[in-house]
């Protein structure tokens, strides 16, 4: 069975860190391309950090540039999101999610067709 499974999500004080996992199973991330999502209470699903197939390739969200960071560890079959000085508005259920098609957008929700069930960030002010 093919599954993404989050996790490190919890409760920070605005300005402290977290890291996410996603541990895959069934799919080898070496031979996939990664990203992770975010949605808040009434909003759509917006996307957050993109990593290409061999991990040498990163894209970001404009607001989480130079605080997010993305990557993978293809041995542990884990995707990683280090979240630095994080702000109340960071707060969100975040998914990961395997690429799909490659004819979409790495942006576009519809370019992944695997995702996790999601972790929950709440950033306190």
């Known amino acids: 069975q093919v599954q993404l499974v989050e996790s490190g999500g919890g409760l920070v004080q605005t300005g402290g860190s977290l890291r996410l996992s996603c541990a895959a199973s069934?799919?080898?991330?070496?031979?996939?391309?990664m990203g992770w999502f975010r949605q808040a209470p009434g909003k759509e699903r917006e996307f957050v950090a993109f990593i290409n197939v061999i991990g040498s390739s990163t894209t970001y969200v404009d607001s989480v540039k130079g605080r997010f960071i993305i990557s993978k560890d293809n041995d542990k079959n884990t995707l990683y999101l280090q979240m630095n000085s994080l702000k109340p508005e960071d707060t969100a259920v975040y998914y990961c999610?395997?690429?799909?098609?490659?004819?979409?957008?790495?942006?576009?929700?519809?370019?992944?067709?695997?995702w996790g069930q999601g972790t929950q960030v709440t950033v306190s002010s």
């Open positions: 999610a395997a690429r799909g098609s490659t004819f979409l957008s790495s942006q576009s929700v519809f370019g992944y067709n695997l």
């Open positions: 069934g799919r080898p991330l070496s031979n996939t391309a």
